[in-house]
């Protein structure tokens, strides 16, 4: 849209300064300033990097070892805790104080690594579309050649193109599992421990991410056309530019296990057990990237010496990337974002 608004501006320029009968000589040294708007539809891609750290020791033997699963993070600290000891079934529940010999074990309905994993899903991009102001000042040059115009200029802008995303992580899940064990033997059994087991999880927690764009300079060579006071012109060159990413995550997970067992004529035992595991992640980086300008405009001359522009360009500063790395030093998460967008402006020019 904002294209096609700038193209239609400079045929309205171009047919009006067509139709006027005064003549303009555009050779000569002109500064300038002007104001506009600038805007950019480029997105950050976030990719969650797994180095394949595995925690194969008990929940309370050493240190959390996280994982990424499908942009969702979990400790391996809360996910022994959470999902192993349901499943290790030949050891579930409390230790019973009946005696006998344990002789079957019954099935841990829903107690499987396949149900719903219990982590919060994260995102994977991060939508860029603001519309910001932007002031510009610029010096120049032009030499014509009968109805040919060479020039160049050079401008700054001062504008600050940004990113600013954050959102709360809340997730929680529960697991319920049953069984039943003989433990006296003989067919039929004679005496049944029945175990009842539930574990808890849940997650909270933020993310935040920010970048900008800001104080884009170009040096660009120009090429138009002159027809009398008007002036309609291509122009491209180097840009650059003041770039800033910053990012910082957090997740606090708690895991609940509770679990008890009875005969059905014996007192109930009772036991339980958790863990709590925190885990953050922060970076931050800025540097002046250098690309490139290309765009167009057109230039009226209302008198020898004063001009109204309109013109606009696209600048690419390439693309950049900002990895987060967790306050255990196992797992990461990168975003990468391309610096680019348009701006589109009109002014004043004088002309020497």
């Given at each position: 849209?904002?294209?096609?608004?700038?193209?239609?501006?400079?045929?309205?320029?171009?047919?009006?300064?067509l139709?006027?009968?005064?003549?303009?000589?555009?050779?000569?040294?002109?500064?300038?300033?002007?104001?506009?708007?600038?805007?950019?539809?480029s997105?950050?891609?976030?990719?969650?990097?797994?180095?394949?750290?595995?925690?194969?020791?008990?929940?309370?033997?050493?240190?959390?070892?996280?994982?990424?699963?499908?942009?969702?993070?979990?400790?391996?600290?809360?996910?022994?805790?959470?999902?192993?000891?349901?499943?290790?079934s030949?050891?579930?529940?409390?230790?019973?104080?009946?005696?006998?010999?344990?002789?079957?074990?019954?099935?841990?309905?829903?107690?499987?690594?396949?149900?719903?994993?219990?982590?919060?899903?994260?995102?994977?991009?991060?939508?860029?579309?603001?519309?910001?102001v932007?002031?510009?000042?610029?010096?120049?040059?032009n030499?014509?050649l009968?109805?040919?115009?060479?020039?160049?200029?050079?401008?700054?802008?001062?504008?600050?193109?940004?990113?600013d995303?954050?959102?709360?992580?809340?997730?929680?899940?529960?697991?319920?599992?049953?069984?039943?064990?003989?433990?006296?033997g003989?067919?039929?059994?004679?005496?049944?421990?029945?175990?009842?087991?539930?574990?808890?999880?849940?997650q909270?927690?933020?993310?935040?991410?920010?970048?900008?764009?800001?104080?884009?300079?170009?040096?660009?060579?120009?090429?138009?056309?002159?027809?009398?006071?008007?002036?309609?012109?291509?122009?491209?060159?180097?840009?650059?530019?003041?770039?800033?990413?910053?990012?910082?995550?957090?997740?606090?997970?708690q895991?609940?296990?509770?679990?008890?067992?009875?005969?059905g004529?014996?007192?109930?035992?009772?036991?339980s057990?958790?863990?709590?595991?925190?885990?953050s992640?922060s970076?931050?980086?800025?540097?002046?990237?250098?690309?490139?300008?290309?765009?167009g405009?057109?230039?009226?001359?209302?008198?020898?010496?004063?001009?109204?522009?309109?013109?606009?360009?696209y600048?690419d500063l390439?693309?950049?990337?900002?990895?987060?790395?967790?306050?255990?030093?196992?797992t990461?998460?990168t975003?990468?974002?391309?610096?680019?967008?348009?701006?589109?402006?009109?002014?004043?020019?004088?002309?020497?």
């Amino acid at each position: 849209m904002s294209m096609r608004l700038f193209l239609a501006s400079v045929a309205l320029v171009g047919s009006a300064g067509l139709a006027a009968a005064q003549d303009h000589d555009w050779t000569g040294v002109y500064v300038g300033a002007s104001v506009g708007v600038t805007g950019s539809e480029s997105d950050a891609s976030v990719r969650y990097d797994d180095p394949g750290a595995s925690y194969s020791g008990s929940a309370s033997a050493g240190a959390p070892h996280g994982r990424w699963e499908n942009g969702m993070y979990v400790s391996d600290l809360a996910r022994e805790e959470h999902y192993d000891n349901v499943r290790a079934s030949t050891t579930y529940g409390p230790t019973y104080g009946y005696g006998g010999t344990l002789t079957s074990v019954g099935s841990l309905d829903g107690a499987t690594l396949g149900v719903a994993d219990p982590i919060s899903p994260w995102i994977n991009s991060i939508a860029n579309g603001d519309i910001n102001v932007v002031g510009s000042l610029r010096i120049g040059a032009n030499y014509q050649l009968g109805p040919v115009v060479f020039g160049a200029e050079v401008d700054g802008s001062l504008m600050k193109q940004a990113v600013d995303k954050a959102f709360a992580i809340g997730e929680g899940a529960t697991i319920d599992a049953s069984t039943s064990q003989c433990i006296v033997g003989g067919s039929p059994c004679t005496t049944t421990y029945y175990t009842d087991y539930q574990s808890e999880y849940s997650q909270s927690g933020g993310f935040t991410f920010e970048s900008e764009a800001s104080n884009i300079r170009t040096a660009r060579a120009r090429l138009g056309l002159a027809a009398g006071p008007v002036l309609v012109y291509a122009t491209g060159g180097v840009a650059s530019g003041d770039i800033r990413m910053k990012t910082s995550a957090s997740v606090s997970e708690q895991v609940d296990n509770d679990w008890s067992g009875d005969t059905g004529s014996s007192p109930t035992d009772v036991g339980s057990g958790g863990v709590t595991n925190n885990t953050s992640w922060s970076a931050s980086d800025s540097e002046t990237k250098y690309g490139f300008a290309v765009g167009g405009g057109a230039s009226y001359a209302v008198t020898d010496n004063v001009i109204l522009t309109l013109d606009g360009y696209y600048y690419d500063l390439g693309r950049h990337s900002l990895t987060a790395v967790d306050n255990h030093g196992e797992t990461s998460y990168t975003i990468s974002q391309d610096f680019d967008g348009y701006v589109v402006r009109s002014g004043l020019e004088y002309q020497f």
